[in-house]
C-alpha cells in the first residue's frame, strides 16, 4: 500500500514537472526580424523568421546588423539586437520595451511643436518612383542559353554592408523554388543534377525582401543546354567567331559578346 | 458675506446667460449659412482626442498573440481555399474570414472552397447595405456563425471611431463579425463580462495600433513559415492587408482611424478594414473599454469654467486696460492647454471628455464680458440696477 502511495506521489511529481517544462516552453515567440538571425534549436539550424517559437532548447546567433523582436505570453515585446550568441536563459535576462517618456512631457512636446511650427513638411513631389528588381541582376542576363558546367549568379549590391539578399531559383520543369540568403553579391551554383540540371529551364531572381510576392517580382530565364544542342548551335557559333576574329577580337572577348549579345554562354 | 462678492456672484451668473444667449444665436447663423459650409464639412471628421494616436501619446508596448492575420492579398478562390486547408490543419480555435464571396465562379474551385469553409470555427461574414443583405453566395453555405462586417452605421463621420455589436432589421437581431469571433472563442468571457447587455449600444474604440502591431503574416510568408503551430487555439483573421502586406498606397478596404497622421484636412485612409476589426475583437477580449461623459455633465462642466473664468475676469478688471487684456489672453491659453491636456490624460484611463465645447463656450463666453459691461451700463442709465460693474 505504501509502495503504491509512494509511486502514485511520484507519478504525481512527475506529471507536474512534466507540465511544467511544457508550459515552459514556447515562452516566445519572434515577432519582427531584420537581418538573417540564426536559431539553433535541438542541433538544427535555421535562419530566424517571424512566428519562430523559441524555449529552453533554443540558441540563438546575431550577427552585425541582425536584431529582431520576440513576444511573451503576455505580449510583451522584447528587442534583441546586440551581435552575440544568445542561450534561452540570456533571453530571459532581456527587458521588455518600456516605453518610459512621462504623458506630460509628450503632450507639451506637442503644443511646442505645434507653436514652433516646428511639424512635418507636407509638400509633395509630382514624381512616380521606378524601383524595379531589373537593375539589381546583372548575370546571367534574361533568356540565355549556358553551356558551362557552373553558373554564377551576380546581382548590384546596395551602399549597406550586411543587407540579405534574396536569390530565388525557380526550376520550370517541377516549379520547384530554392531561396538562399546571402549578404554577399553573387552565389555560384553547380550543375551537378541536384539543383541545377542539364536540358532544363530555369528563372532566377534577386529580392530584397524575405518574402516578395513572386508575381510581381520579375524573372530572368535561362536553359541548361545540353552537348547535343550545343553542338547543333556550334556552326552557327563558329560562324560568328571566326567573323569577329576577323575583326581582331580575342577568344575571351568573342566569348563574352556571344554571352551578352547572341544569348549564348559556354 | 460681503454685498460685494454677491453682487460679483450676481453679474457671473448674468454675464454667463448672456453669453450663451449670444453664443446660441451666432451658432444659430453658422449652422444656417452655407457660407460656413466647407468649414463644418472639415470639422465633422475632427476630433482633437484624435491626436492621443496620431502623436502616439498611447504606448503600445504589447502584441495581442491571441490573434493571427494572414493577408490574403490579390490571391483567387482555390489559393485561399488552400491557405484555409493549411490553417485548419493547425487547429485555431476560431478562423475569421473578412472576405465575401458573392458570385459563382469556377465550380470545381468553388466546390473546393465550399469544403474548406465547412468548419464550426469558421466565422463568415455579410454586409448590411441599406438593409440589405451582401452575404456570399448561397453554394458557400457553411456549419459556422456569421457576423457584419460594417464597422460603423454612423453616416456623420467618414472616421471610424465606434462600432456596434447588433443591429437589428426588420426584428432580426445581427451580430458583428467581432462579437461572433469573440463568443465563439470565448463564450465565459462574453457572459463573465455581460456583453449581451454592455454592447446593445455603439460603443468606441479602444484601438491597439494598426497592422504593424498585430502578429501579421502575408500569405507565402504564412504558408513557407515553418512554426504554423502557432496558431493552435488562437484567433487566425483572414483578409486584406494591402499587396504587399500593408502597402500605404494601397486603399482597397481602407478607412480612416483616430491614428491617421493628418488629424484634420485631407489625407488617404490609413487602417485596412480588418485591422478595424482586429482591434475590436482585441478590446473585447480584455474587456478594455472607453467610457464616455455624458453631455449633461459636459454642459454642467462647461457651465462652471465659464461661470468662474467670467467672475475671475471681473474681479480682475473693471477696467479694459493693457494689463487686464494681457492677463486675460493668457489665463484662458493656459485653460485651453491644461484643458486639453487634461482631456488626453482622462483619455488615457479610458475616459472621454470631449473638451472642443467646454473650450470653445468658455473663450466665447469671456470675449463677450465687455459687450455685458456696457448692456449693464446702459440699464443703469435707465432703472436702478446694483452691479458690481461700476
Given at each position: 500500500?505504501?509502495?503504491?502511495?509512494?509511486?502514485?506521489?511520484?507519478?504525481?511529481?512527475?506529471?507536474?514537472?512534466?507540465?511544467?517544462?511544457?508550459?515552459?516552453?514556447?515562452?516566445?515567440?519572434?515577432?519582427?526580424?531584420?537581418?538573417?538571425?540564426?536559431?539553433?534549436?535541438?542541433?538544427?539550424?535555421?535562419?530566424?523568421?517571424?512566428?519562430?517559437?523559441?524555449?529552453?532548447?533554443?540558441?540563438?546567433?546575431?550577427?552585425?546588423?541582425?536584431?529582431?523582436?520576440?513576444?511573451?505570453?503576455?505580449?510583451?515585446?522584447?528587442?534583441?539586437?546586440?551581435?552575440?550568441?544568445?542561450?534561452?536563459?540570456?533571453?530571459?535576462?532581456?527587458?521588455?520595451?518600456?516605453?518610459?517618456?512621462?504623458?506630460?512631457?509628450?503632450?507639451?512636446?506637442?503644443?511646442?511643436?505645434?507653436?514652433?511650427?516646428?511639424?512635418?513638411?507636407?509638400?509633395?513631389?509630382?514624381?512616380?518612383?521606378?524601383?524595379?528588381?531589373?537593375?539589381?541582376?546583372?548575370?546571367?542576363?534574361?533568356?540565355?542559353?549556358?553551356?558551362?558546367?557552373?553558373?554564377?549568379?551576380?546581382?548590384?549590391?546596395?551602399?549597406?554592408?550586411?543587407?540579405?539578399?534574396?536569390?530565388?531559383?525557380?526550376?520550370?520543369?517541377?516549379?520547384?523554388?530554392?531561396?538562399?540568403?546571402?549578404?554577399?553579391?553573387?552565389?555560384?551554383?553547380?550543375?551537378?543534377?541536384?539543383?541545377?540540371?542539364?536540358?532544363?529551364?530555369?528563372?532566377?531572381?534577386?529580392?530584397?525582401?524575405?518574402?516578395?510576392?513572386?508575381?510581381?517580382?520579375?524573372?530572368?530565364?535561362?536553359?541548361?543546354?545540353?552537348?547535343?544542342?550545343?553542338?547543333?548551335?556550334?556552326?552557327?557559333?563558329?560562324?560568328?567567331?571566326?567573323?569577329?576574329?576577323?575583326?581582331?577580337?580575342?577568344?575571351?572577348?568573342?566569348?563574352?559578346?556571344?554571352?551578352?549579345?547572341?544569348?549564348?554562354?559556354? | 458675506?460681503?454685498?460685494?462678492?454677491?453682487?460679483?456672484?450676481?453679474?457671473?451668473?448674468?454675464?454667463?446667460?448672456?453669453?450663451?444667449?449670444?453664443?446660441?444665436?451666432?451658432?444659430?447663423?453658422?449652422?444656417?449659412?452655407?457660407?460656413?459650409?466647407?468649414?463644418?464639412?472639415?470639422?465633422?471628421?475632427?476630433?482633437?482626442?484624435?491626436?492621443?494616436?496620431?502623436?502616439?501619446?498611447?504606448?503600445?508596448?504589447?502584441?495581442?498573440?491571441?490573434?493571427?492575420?494572414?493577408?490574403?492579398?490579390?490571391?483567387?478562390?482555390?489559393?485561399?481555399?488552400?491557405?484555409?486547408?493549411?490553417?485548419?490543419?493547425?487547429?485555431?480555435?476560431?478562423?475569421?474570414?473578412?472576405?465575401?464571396?458573392?458570385?459563382?465562379?469556377?465550380?470545381?474551385?468553388?466546390?473546393?472552397?465550399?469544403?474548406?469553409?465547412?468548419?464550426?470555427?469558421?466565422?463568415?461574414?455579410f454586409l448590411i447595405?441599406?438593409d440589405?443583405?451582401?452575404?456570399?453566395?448561397?453554394?458557400?453555405?457553411?456549419?459556422?456563425?456569421?457576423g457584419f462586417i460594417n464597422l460603423n452605421f454612423n453616416n456623420k463621420t467618414?472616421?471610424i471611431r465606434e462600432f456596434t455589436s447588433i443591429k437589428n432589421i426588420?426584428?432580426?437581431n445581427y451580430n458583428s463579425f467581432a462579437s461572433q469571433?469573440?463568443?465563439?472563442?470565448?463564450?465565459?468571457?462574453?457572459?463573465?463580462?455581460?456583453y449581451s447587455?454592455k454592447l446593445s449600444k455603439e460603443k468606441v474604440i479602444?484601438?491597439?495600433?494598426?497592422?504593424?502591431?498585430?502578429?501579421?503574416?502575408?500569405?507565402?510568408?504564412?504558408?513557407?513559415?515553418?512554426?504554423?503551430?502557432?496558431?493552435?487555439?488562437?484567433?487566425?483573421?483572414?483578409?486584406?492587408?494591402?499587396?504587399?502586406?500593408?502597402?500605404?498606397?494601397?486603399?482597397?478596404?481602407?478607412?480612416?482611424?483616430?491614428?491617421?497622421?493628418?488629424?484634420?484636412?485631407?489625407?488617404?485612409?490609413?487602417?485596412?478594414?480588418?485591422?478595424i476589426h482586429?482591434?475590436i475583437?482585441?478590446m473585447l477580449?480584455?474587456?478594455?473599454?472607453?467610457?464616455?461623459?455624458?453631455?449633461?455633465?459636459?454642459?454642467?462642466?462647461?457651465?462652471?469654467?465659464?461661470?468662474?473664468?467670467?467672475?475671475?475676469?471681473?474681479?480682475?478688471?473693471?477696467?479694459?486696460?493693457?494689463?487686464?487684456?494681457?492677463?486675460?489672453?493668457?489665463?484662458?491659453?493656459?485653460?485651453?492647454?491644461?484643458?486639453?491636456?487634461?482631456?488626453?490624460?482622462?483619455?488615457?484611463?479610458?475616459?472621454?471628455?470631449?473638451?472642443?465645447?467646454?473650450?470653445?463656450?468658455?473663450?466665447?463666453?469671456?470675449?463677450?464680458?465687455?459687450?455685458?459691461?456696457?448692456?449693464?451700463?446702459?440699464?443703469?442709465?435707465?432703472?436702478?440696477?446694483?452691479?458690481?460693474?461700476?
Open positions: 500500500m505504501e509502495k503504491l502511495y509512494s509511486v502514485k506521489t511520484s507519478l504525481f511529481f512527475f506529471i507536474i514537472l512534466l507540465s511544467s517544462i511544457c508550459i515552459a516552453q514556447e515562452n516566445y515567440i519572434v515577432f519582427k526580424v531584420d537581418g538573417t538571425p540564426i536559431l539553433k534549436h535541438n542541433d538544427t539550424l535555421r535562419s530566424i523568421s517571424k512566428g519562430s517559437l523559441l524555449n529552453n532548447n533554443s540558441r540563438v546567433t546575431l550577427k552585425n546588423s541582425d536584431s529582431f523582436l520576440m513576444i511573451d505570453k503576455a505580449g510583451s515585446l522584447y528587442n534583441v539586437d546586440k551581435t552575440g550568441d544568445y542561450a534561452y536563459a540570456d533571453l530571459q535576462k532581456i527587458p521588455a520595451d518600456v516605453d518610459d517618456t512621462s504623458f506630460t512631457k509628450k503632450y507639451f512636446t506637442y503644443v511646442w511643436k505645434q507653436f514652433t511650427n516646428n511639424t512635418n513638411s507636407r509638400s509633395k513631389g509630382g514624381v512616380v518612383y521606378r524601383v524595379d528588381n531589373n537593375s539589381l541582376m546583372f548575370q546571367p542576363t534574361d533568356s540565355v542559353k549556358i553551356y558551362f558546367p557552373e553558373v554564377r549568379f551576380v546581382w548590384k549590391k546596395g551602399k549597406e554592408k550586411d543587407k540579405t539578399y534574396y536569390f530565388i531559383l525557380k526550376d520550370l520543369k517541377n516549379n520547384n523554388i530554392t531561396k538562399i540568403g546571402t549578404t554577399d553579391n553573387n552565389v555560384t551554383l553547380f550543375v551537378d543534377n541536384n539543383i541545377l540540371k542539364r536540358d532544363n529551364s530555369y528563372e532566377w531572381t534577386v529580392s530584397e525582401t524575405k518574402y516578395p510576392n513572386l508575381d510581381e517580382v520579375p524573372f530572368y530565364n535561362f536553359e541548361l543546354i545540353n552537348t547535343e544542342e550545343f553542338k547543333k548551335l556550334q556552326a552557327e557559333i563558329n560562324n560568328i567567331t571566326t567573323d569577329l576574329q576577323k575583326l581582331g577580337f580575342t577568344p575571351e572577348e568573342i566569348k563574352v559578346m556571344l554571352c551578352e549579345d547572341y544569348r549564348i554562354c559556354y | 458675506m460681503k454685498l460685494k462678492t454677491k453682487l460679483l456672484i450676481k453679474d457671473s451668473f448674468f454675464a454667463t446667460l448672456f453669453s450663451y444667449i449670444l453664443i446660441f444665436l451666432l451658432s444659430y447663423l453658422f449652422i444656417n449659412l452655407s457660407f460656413f459650409k466647407p468649414l463644418k464639412e472639415t470639422m465633422k471628421d475632427f476630433s482633437f482626442l484624435d491626436v492621443y494616436y496620431s502623436e502616439n501619446f498611447n504606448p503600445s508596448n504589447t502584441v495581442n498573440n491571441d490573434i493571427i492575420i494572414i493577408n490574403v492579398e490579390q490571391r483567387d478562390r482555390f489559393e485561399i481555399a488552400q491557405l484555409l486547408e493549411v490553417v485548419k490543419k493547425e487547429q485555431p480555435k476560431v478562423i475569421g474570414l473578412d472576405i465575401i464571396f458573392r458570385e459563382q465562379k469556377e465550380s470545381f474551385i468553388d466546390s473546393l472552397l465550399t469544403k474548406a469553409l465547412d468548419g464550426n470555427n469558421i466565422i463568415t461574414s447595405n441599406n440589405s443583405i451582401i452575404t456570399n453566395n448561397p453554394v458557400f453555405k457553411t456549419s459556422g456563425k456569421s467618414n472616421v426588420e426584428d432580426t469571433i469573440v463568443t465563439s472563442y470565448s463564450a465565459s468571457k462574453w457572459e463573465e463580462y455581460n447587455q479602444k484601438f491597439h495600433g494598426n497592422y504593424d502591431t498585430f502578429l501579421t503574416f502575408g500569405f507565402d510568408e504564412f504558408m513557407q513559415n515553418n512554426n504554423k503551430e502557432l496558431i493552435k487555439n488562437k484567433i487566425v483573421l483572414l483578409g486584406y492587408l494591402g499587396t504587399p502586406t500593408g502597402n500605404i498606397n494601397d486603399v482597397e478596404d481602407k478607412h480612416f482611424t483616430p491614428l491617421n497622421k493628418v488629424t484634420a484636412g485631407k489625407s488617404n485612409p490609413d487602417m485596412f478594414g480588418l485591422v482586429a482591434n475583437i482585441n477580449l480584455k474587456n478594455d473599454f472607453m467610457y464616455r461623459v455624458s453631455n449633461l455633465w459636459i454642459g454642467i462642466i462647461t457651465f462652471i469654467t465659464t461661470f468662474f473664468s467670467i467672475m475671475y475676469f471681473h474681479w480682475l478688471g473693471e477696467k479694459n486696460t493693457i494689463r487686464f487684456m494681457t492677463i486675460k489672453k493668457i489665463v484662458l491659453f493656459l485653460f485651453s492647454v491644461i484643458l486639453m491636456w487634461l482631456s488626453l490624460w482622462l483619455f488615457k484611463k479610458g475616459i472621454i471628455l470631449k473638451t472642443a465645447a467646454i473650450i470653445g463656450i468658455t473663450l466665447a463666453s469671456c470675449s463677450f464680458i465687455s459687450y455685458y459691461k456696457y448692456l449693464i451700463k446702459l440699464i443703469q442709465t435707465k432703472i436702478k440696477w446694483k452691479s458690481y460693474i461700476q
